[in-house]
């Protein structure tokens, strides 16, 4: 089994703040996504990454930013957290040997900005 | 651009009785729709794609490519299949793809 590994569970920031939450897979994807998953708007797509040093834009890139600086590393950084980014984050990988689309989810990191 | 929409945030039934979750899609191009999961206190995982056409844990969701729908239906809930569900879309980019998830639909099986 793919293990995804988000290495903070939870997190309580202030504003202002710069913000690390680090993902590392275990099973040489390629493929690594970072989501955020707010009650009502279900799961957005911040970052992904086909490739190391490759990052592309998601749906809600504002205020994120993201490194690959190894293929089985995927950070997602907050340079100045805001109260409004208070929310679970996921990270997830997909290989071409497990079904490009099948995503494998990591346990979530929740993040607190006061 | 494409979208995925689960029109009911709160399904609640009874053991036993039918349960249909509802999802549409828009899209332009050829669809892969998946289903995906998440129990109380567990990762998201994937429950289902239409492509294998298989039934797991009893659910079963047929894409409907005339009324753009991959609804997700179990003819017995049980207590078990309490769960938040989401239904995804993969968009092809070049060589790449990206899925686009609705805003799910938390389902309550109760006693």
């Known amino acids: 089994d793919v293990k995804v590994t988000q290495s903070s569970r939870y997190l309580v920031k202030r504003t202002g703040e710069k913000v690390f939450l680090e993902c590392v897979q275990d099973?040489?994807?390629?493929?690594m996504f970072w989501y955020r998953q707010d009650p009502g708007l279900g799961l957005r797509l911040i970052y992904f990454?086909?490739?190391?040093?490759?990052?592309e834009k998601g749906d809600i890139p504002e205020g994120y930013s993201v490194s690959r600086e190894k293929k089985e590393r995927f950070s997602l950084i907050l340079e100045s957290a805001s109260t409004n980014q208070t929310s679970m984050y996921l990270c997830?990988?997909?290989?071409?040997?497990?079904?490009?689309?099948?995503?494998?989810f990591g346990a979530g990191s929740r993040l607190t900005v006061l | 651009a494409q979208r995925v929409t689960q029109p009911e945030k709160l399904l609640s039934v009874f053991k036993g009785a039918p349960v249909e979750l509802k999802c549409n899609y828009s899209?332009?191009?050829?669809?892969?729709l998946f289903w995906y999961v998440q129990y109380s206190r567990q990762r998201l995982q994937l429950l289902l794609r239409?492509?294998s056409r298989e039934s797991i844990k009893g659910f079963t969701a047929d894409l409907n490519k005339g009324e753009t729908s991959f609804h997700l239906k179990k003819p017995f809930a049980q207590e078990e299949d309490s769960a938040m569900y989401y239904c995804?879309?993969?968009?092809?980019?070049?060589?790449?793809?990206?899925?686009?998830f609705g805003k799910g639909t938390l389902l309550t099986v109760n006693p």
């Open positions: 995804a879309l993969s968009v092809r980019g070049g060589s790449n793809y990206k899925l686009t």
């Open positions: 990454s086909y490739d190391v040093k490759m990052k």
């Open positions: 239409h492509i």
């Open positions: 099973m040489d994807h390629e493929n």
């Open positions: 899209y332009s191009g050829s669809p892969e």
């Open positions: 997830a990988t997909t290989g071409h040997h497990s079904g490009a689309n099948v995503l494998t």
